[in-house]
């Protein structure tokens, strides 16, 4: 793995990245909710990358990894604008984006202010319109009051936390209930274990995309992560395999 580089916003925050050059389609990994360019599916992604001479950018949302900003200040939109600002600046050509969990919602949004340049998506236990589906009425009511939710997280020892403006801003962009206007080649992977974003979600995002070139791949003891050696291998052959 490279060094992180940085790039400054207009604003001043800068946001981490790593991006390694070489033929396009580039490859933008996009990591989950709390997570970052350092997780393993994603420093997989780009040291096969690497190894195979394609262009490759990671990045660290505000808020997260080795960025300026709050997490507690993060928000879709505010994200898929960063993603978008690096893109601009360090990348050429058409792009594949591969979104992790939360960053398979990111990954939606950010395919559909890309336009012509969006040459494929890659979803890994996708969740889209989480803040829709993934609280019950009481959080969404303190939430909407605004206030705080702590969740246990199994992943680590602090609570998860979900702030009222994340929530907002998710209710502001859900996407699940018209067409998703998206008609470029289309992966998704889910485990049918996974405890946190039902695997029949990938099925209901796969009728709602445009494209008629969507597959949908289910591991039947995949979990949430799918970052077990033989899940990373899938994920490696479904994107060389991509047209």
């Known amino acids: 793995m490279t060094e992180p580089r940085f790039h400054a916003l207009p604003g001043g925050t800068r946001i981490a990245f790593r991006h390694t050059a070489g033929t396009g389609p580039t490859l933008v990994f996009l ?22 001479g394609r262009a490759c950018l990671l990045l660290d949302y505000s808020g997260c990894g080795q960025s300026d900003g709050d997490f507690a200040d993060g928000t879709l939109s505010r994200w898929r604008d960063e993603v978008l600002a690096l893109i601009a600046a360090h990348v050429d050509g058409p792009v594949v984006l591969i979104g992790s969990s939360m960053g398979g919602w990111l990954m939606l949004l950010v395919g559909l202010a890309l336009g012509e340049r969006l040459a494929g998506l890659v979803g890994i236990a996708a969740a889209p319109d989480f803040t829709a ?11 909407l009051a605004g206030e705080t939710v702590l969740e246990e997280n199994a992943y ?12 907002a801003d998710g209710q502001a962009n859900l996407l699940l209930d018209t067409e998703i206007a998206l008609a470029c080649p289309v992966r998704l992977l889910h485990g049918q274990r996974d405890p946190d974003v039902p695997w029949e979600l990938s099925l209901r995002l796969a009728e709602q995309l445009h494209s008629d070139d969507v597959q949908v791949t289910l591991i039947k003891d995949g979990d949430h992560r799918l970052s077990r050696d033989g899940d990373i291998a899938l994920l490696l052959r479904v994107i060389a395999e991509l047209p």
């Open 31 to 52: 990591p989950g909710y709390m997570s970052d360019m350092a997780g393993g599916k994603a420093t997989a992604v780009f040291d096969w990358a690497a190894a195979q």
């Open 133 to 143: 589906w993934g609280f019950s009425d009481e959080q969404q009511s303190e939430l």
């Open 156 to 167: 680590g020892p602090q609570p998860t936390p979900t702030f009222p403006g994340f929530w």
